[in-house]
Structure formats: structure tokens, C-alpha cells
């Protein structure tokens, strides 16, 4: 699409929903390499070819460290040259990595299929490249356009495991799935980011949200948020502080949990009398009111504080997952998969809502890409950690207790990671 074009629709709308949509596509089509995905097809796999649960959740830590590596390289990219390029290249290397994984006729090449597609996938289409895409075209609207652009993974997760669960049902098994989702890697994602992503609002002669924004003034309960270029950190200057390494240890703790729960939530519930069929609708409505607490917790910031909001819904996190033990029934694990999402998925948001406006927008991308290097370990960590719990224990209750501690040490983490000063340079 020509520059020309893309002005004639800026004077209709803010183009900027044009590329946010574009990076929630590519985070949505991400989702097949997800824990909640490979967790929802995890005993198709094992029983096919006889590798253990400790064997696959080794593949999940080896492909979120891959993308932990790559995090920061997208993060900067994007900070200095926009996401079209990099989408465009990272749809196609996460085909080839379900293409692989669907072929792979040993684990080694199970393994070197996922880490391409997780690399891909988390590292460039998602997390932290995703985020900023969002904070350098909004301002007042960071909130929801944050909270969009977050919910996209779990919701293609919902999603991917509905989908995988009928073709399974009708006759497919693992390895076409990954297949096809190769082929919808390409044809989804890699026209529409050519096509439609631009580097930034300036480069359209435009200023995040499009233009002034009287909102932005505090209204009622809505809170003020500045006018101004917000201060331009470095990723040195703010590694220098506390604040950013409280945060990072708040987010790797909480993300470690999250990955544990999605892994193990259709695995659990087969264990507590819950048919297959039932348990990955529970998983899916876990990642749909996940997705959908993105975007409420991203729009309350817009009223109350982030730091206290992620405080308040890591407390409620680790209630739920208490509660969680107690299921042994298919309403109630529908019931409690509802409230779970809604309240331990808001992490994503309002973690990068912190982030913005404790460090502006300038250097985003590369602050994000590092604490997503970090996250993405504890996600992959996660899952090993519960497998080898439960390799010894043969108790959910240990893996759930665990994390529940874990919500609470995320929580105590955002309570001391206060605003920073600005830095004397």
C-alpha cells in the first residue's frame, strides 16, 4: 500500500488500529507454538511416539530461550526501524519450525523444529516486539491498545486448541496440524505486514493516538496522562536502577506460573475425572477470558494505578489457583477456568503499561526485549520445574501449591518496584 494511500485513510481514522490489528494477527497465528497449544495436543503426542512429559517440556525451555535471544534484537529493531520486515521474516521462520516439528521423525528434530517456531513466534511476532508496536502508537489509548495486543496469544491459543481438537476428532492427527499451521503462518501473516505495517505515527507526519487527544486531561475518575515527549531512557539508564530489576523478577515469576498452569490445566483435569473433550474447553475458556483480561486490566489503568493493579490481581491469582484443587467436575473447571483467566493474564499488559510510563517510549523496545529475555526463561522453567515435581511427587497439589506461592512472590515484587527517578544524565 502506497505512503499516499496510507494518508488518505490517516485522515479518516488513526492508522495506527490498522497496525496494531496486523501485530495482533501475527500474535494470534504465534499461538500454535504456545504452552497452551503444545499442553492441549501433549498426550497425542506422547502416545504416538513414547517421549515423557519431562522430554517435551524440555523442548518448551529450549524454544523460550530462543526466544529469549532473539526478545531483545526484535525489541530494537522495531525501536529503530518499525515491525514490517521483521514480522514478514519471522512468519516465515516459524512455518519452517512447524514444518519440522510436524516431519520430525526423532526428538532432536522435534527439538530444533520448536525452538525455531517458539524463537519466531515469542520473540518477534509476540511479547515484547508486539508491545512495542502498541506503545509507540498510542499514548492516552495505551491502555486497550496494549491490553489488544496482548490478548492476541491466548485467544489464538483458545482458538488453535478448539481447532486442534476437532481436526483431531475428524481424523488428523499431530503432525498435520503443525503442517497446516506452517502453511497459515504464510498466507496470514505475511501480506498483510508487508503490505500495511509503517515504522511509526512520525513517519506518517503523525503523534501517537493521531493527534490531541482532550481526554488526556483528567476527567472524573479517568486519570491525567502527559502531553509532552515522554523522557527518553536508555536501556543502560534503567537497568541502573532497582525499579527495573524488581519489575523483571515480579514478570519472570508471575510468567513462570502462568506457563505451569496453561501447560497442566487439561492434564489436571483428565486426572480429577474430567473427559478430554471437556478439559481442553476448560483450557480454551481459560485462554479466552485470558485474552479478554488483557484488555480490562490495560482500560482500568486508565483509572487506577498499574502497580497497584498488577498487585491486586497476582493476590486474586493465587487464590484461584488454590481453588483450582478442589474441582471435580466439568462446570466447575469451566466455572473456575473463567475466573482464573481473567484474573492471572492481565500480567502482560499491565507489566508493558509499567514499563511505558516508568520509562517512556523511546527506548521501549529494547527494555521490553530484555525483561522478555528473562520472562521467557521463567516461562520455559516452568513447566520443567512442575514436570520434574510431578515426576517425583505424582501430586498436582504439589504443582499448584507452588504456584500459588509463586503469585504471591510476583505480587510482594510489583509492591517494592516504585517509580524511579529520572536519571541525572
Known amino acids: 500500500m502506497s505512503d499516499r494511500l496510507v494518508a488518505r485513510l490517516g485522515a479518516r481514522f488513526y492508522y495506527g488500529w490498522v497496525v496494531l490489528a496486523v501485530a495482533a494477527l501475527g500474535g494470534f497465528i504465534s499461538a500454535g507454538s504456545s504452552q497452551m497449544y503444545i499442553g492441549s495436543v501433549l ?41 514490517r520486515a521483521l514480522m514478514s521474516l519471522a512468519a516465515l521462520a516459524m512455518a519452517g519450525g512447524f514444518a519440522l516439528m510436524g516431519w520430525s521423525p526423532s526428538l532432536l528434530v522435534f527439538y530444533l523444529g520448536y525452538m525455531l517456531a517458539r524463537g519466531a513466534a515469542q520473540g518477534a511476532l509476540g511479547g515484547a516486539a508486539q508491545r512495542a508496536i502498541a506503545v509507540h502508537w498510542f499514548l492516552h489509548y495505551r491502555g486497550r491498545a496494549l491490553g489488544i495486543a496482548s490478548m492476541s ?6 482458538a488453535m486448541a478448539f481447532a486442534g481438537a476437532y481436526a483431531q476428532r475428524h481424523g488428523w492427527d499431530w503432525r498435520e496440524i503443525f503442517v497446516a499451521m ?9 501480506p498483510p505486514a508487508l503490505v500495511l505495517l509503517r515504522r511509526s505515527p512520525e513517519a506518517l507526519g503523525l503523534v ?34 532497582w525499579t527495573l530489576r524488581l519489575l523483571m523478577a515480579a514478570a519472570v515469576t508471575a510468567i513462570a506460573a502462568n506457563g505451569t498452569v496453561v501447560f497442566y490445566h487439561v492434564t489436571y483435569l483428565a486426572s480429577r475425572g474430567v473427559s478430554q473433550v471437556q478439559a481442553v474447553t476448560a483450557v480454551s475458556v481459560l485462554a479466552l477470558t485470558g485474552a479478554l483480561a488483557n484488555v480490562v486490566w490495560g482500560y ?13 490481581s497476582q493476590l486474586l491469582a493465587a487464590g484461584g489457583i488454590l481453588l483450582m484443587l478442589g474441582v471435580d ?40 526485549g530484555l ?26 497439589a504439589a504443582i499448584y501449591g507452588l504456584v500459588a506461592a509463586g503469585y504471591v512472590g510476583s505480587a510482594g515484587l510489583y509492591m517494592l518496584a516504585r517509580p524511579p527517578s529520572p536519571p541525572a544524565d
Not at 496469544?153 to 483458545?158: E, M, R
Not at 525483561?371 to 498436582?396: E, K, N
Open 43 to 83: 498426550l497425542a503426542i506422547t502416545q504416538d511416539t513414547g517421549w515423557t512429559h519431562t522430554a517435551i517440556s524440555g523442548a518448551l525451555l529450549a524454544g523460550t530461550l530462543v526466544g529469549g535471544l532473539i526478545s531483545p534484537l526484535a525489541g530494537a529493531w522495531v525501536d529503530r526501524h518499525g515491525p
Open 371 to 396: 525483561m522478555a529475555s528473562f520472562q521467557l526463561v521463567g516461562l520455559g522453567l516452568g513447566p520443567v520445574i512442575a514436570s520434574a515435581v510431578y515426576d517425583v511427587s505424582h501430586s498436582y
Open 182 to 190: 506452517a502453511a497459515l503462518s504464510v498466507l496470514a501473516v505475511v
Open 208 to 241: 501517537p493516538d493521531g493527534g490531541p487527544v482532550a481526554a488526556r486531561v483528567a476527567t472524573g475518575w479517568r486519570r491525567a496522562r502527559p502531553i509532552g515527549n515522554e523522557y527518553p531512557w536508555t536501556l543502560p539508564q534503567a537497568l541502573r536502577t
Open 153 to 158: 496469544v491466548p485467544l489464538g491459543g483458545a
Open 300 to 312: 482500568l489503568s486508565e483509572f487506577f494505578s498499574e502497580r497497584r493493579l498488577a498487585i491486586v
Open 329 to 368: 467436575t466439568a462446570i466447575g473447571a469451566l466455572v473456575l477456568s473463567a475466573v482464573l483467566g481473567l484474573l492471572v493474564r492481565g500480567e502482560g499488559s499491565l507489566t508493558g503499561l509499567i514499563l511505558s510510563n516508568y520509562f517512556g517510549r523511546f527506548a521501549f523496545g529494547r527494555i521490553a
